[in-house]
């Protein structure tokens, strides 16, 4: 039988979901891992911004907060006796954090990002916030959530010794149609950005003004009072992952909008992607090289470029959604679920133990998600 592996996690977030994707991610992922029979510590940095607006007390692994760098000495021998320690992007302090795990991890020092084209662009930028170049080669493992060209960037530019596609994934079983009463025709959730916000407001606002006669909304925190929002457009300030499969449920359909770092990266998956799909919610979405690797366009995912193509879908027959919503669901089931990914992550893991500082065989360029 072969032994359970016990794992630190390093992360931004896992017991507060609010302006961030990490905590919806780690949720998912690490609760699947530690099904399997495996250990987890997670240490979360204190953040006030957090503290105030936690939705998760977390119950299938040891979690534990830490108010400093410094304080991570209380967690040595966990560090130092585990198979592996991960850091995640936009941990606080995280070159100080990675570089103090890459000097006294007993096992592997991971690295996973969650943010790969911001990351990159950071990296040529100069802008060392939480990884920098030289803490790069050090992380035996380098888990990310952009696929193609971005991994053999990592390898042949900042020398990872093996970087790895671990992309966001969803609870199935938390994640499923629930049959709510129809609330609005399109939706979106998200915390506001500045380089989505051209895109939303073509794809839903625009689309808002022209039909008056459907219902909108827009989920998440952080818009400046300075939008103006159509008066058919509900706004929600956010809503918690345990209400999200309700929210995906009540959306005839919901909107993904892909930041700028990651449609020029092309593989990066967001984890609304997944939520919806595992809803059974038929997804419009930008266009983003890859995408067609993930869902079949047109046929598991609806895509659009303009306000017109919106409207098209919004006014087709309902079947239209419907089988679009059936089909994204079976395609999420069948390949992109939690437990899809603790098997990646337990696989990586178990070759990275067993080869030690060996690389391991390099991933395809050509077909990202083929390897989830």
């Known amino acids: 039988m072969t032994a359970p592996l016990k794992i630190v996690v390093l992360g931004l ?13 780690y949720r998912a992922l690490l609760s699947a891992f530690v099904a399997r029979g495996h250990d987890v510590l997670f240490l979360e940095r204190d953040r006030p911004w957090y503290a105030a607006h936690r939705d998760l007390d977390p119950t299938f692994c040891r979690f534990a907060l830490y108010q400093e760098v410094a304080d991570l000495e209380a967690w040595r021998a966990d560090i130092v006796a585990a198979d592996a320690v991960i850091v995640g992007s936009f941990v606080p302090d995280g070159i100080a954090v990675g570089r103090w795990v890459q000097e006294i991890a007993g096992g592997l020092a991971v690295f996973y990002d969650i943010d790969t ?3 990159l662009a950071r990296l040529e930028a100069g802008d060392a916030e939480y990884l920098s170049p030289d803490l790069i080669p050090g992380y035996e493992l380098y888990l990310s959530f952009t696929g193609g060209l971005a991994l053999r960037r990592l390898e042949q530019v900042y020398g990872s010794p093996a970087a790895r596609p671990l992309y966001c994934s969803v609870d199935a079983e938390l994640y499923r149609p629930l049959g709510r009463p129809e609330r609005w025709d399109l939706s979106y959730l998200g915390t506001y950005s500045e380089d989505r916000q051209p895109t939303l407001e073509t794809l839903l606002l625009e689309t808002a003004r022209r039909a008056p006669h459907l219902r909108f ?5 952080q818009y400046p009072d300075s939008i103006a929002w159509p008066a058919n457009v509900e706004r929600l300030e956010h809503v918690p992952p345990a209400e999200h499969p309700a929210f995906y449920s009540a ?10 770092d990651m449609i020029a990266a092309g593989h990066s998956p967001s984890v609304r992607l997944f939520e919806a799909a595992a809803c059974g919610t038929p997804i419009i979405s930008d266009v983003w090289p890859g995408l067609d690797e993930l869902f079949i366009p047109g046929e598991e995912i609806a895509l659009a470029t303009g306000t017109q193509a919106v409207l098209d879908l919004l006014n087709a027959p309902p079947e239209v959604g419907e089988r679009i919503g059936k089909a994204g669901r079976a395609r999420i089931l069948g390949q992109h679920t939690a437990r ?16 030690s500082a060996v690389p391991l065989s390099a991933p395809s ?8």
């Open 13 to 25: 977030s896992l017991s507060s979901s609010w302006g961030n994707g990490h905590a919806t991610t």
């Open 365 to 372: 360029e050509v077909s990202a998600y083929a390897e989830i």
């Open 117 to 119: 084209p911001v990351t």
């Open 340 to 355: 899809h990914r603790a098997l990646k992550l337990e696989s990586y893991l178990r070759q990275a133990l067993a080869t």
């Open 251 to 260: 959306s005839r359909f919901t909107l993904n909008v892909t930041r700028a």
């Open 217 to 221: 909304c827009v989920a998440g925190p």
